[in-house]
């Protein structure tokens, strides 16, 4: 399952890095992605929004027994 939430992930990251952000995966287990938001995605209002609608959302289109992303 990683390596298809990596794969995943790979689609969204120049987006994120476009705005001077990254995103790394820490841990999967259990449907459950956990991720650090690095760079201006660390620190930015938004970030949750990101990680929801952006990351969590495309996760569970893409990768099968994905349930959930939390920021660590």
């Known amino acids: 399952m990683k390596e ?3 794969a995943a992930i790979n689609k969204i990251r ?6 001077g952000g ?5 841990d999967v287990s ?3 992605v956990k991720v650090r938001l690095k760079g201006a ?4 209002p938004m970030s949750q929004m990101t990680l929801k609608n952006g990351i ?12 959930s992303v ?3």
């Open 41 to 44: 995605c660390s620190g930015c």
């Open 22 to 26: 990254d995103v790394e995966i820490v």
């Open 4 to 6: 298809l939430v990596e």
């Open 14 to 19: 120049p987006m994120l890095q476009k705005d």
């Open 30 to 32: 259990e449907g459950i």
């Open 56 to 67: 969590e959302k495309l996760l569970k289109q893409e990768v099968p027994g994905v349930e």
């Open 70 to 72: 939390v920021s660590v």
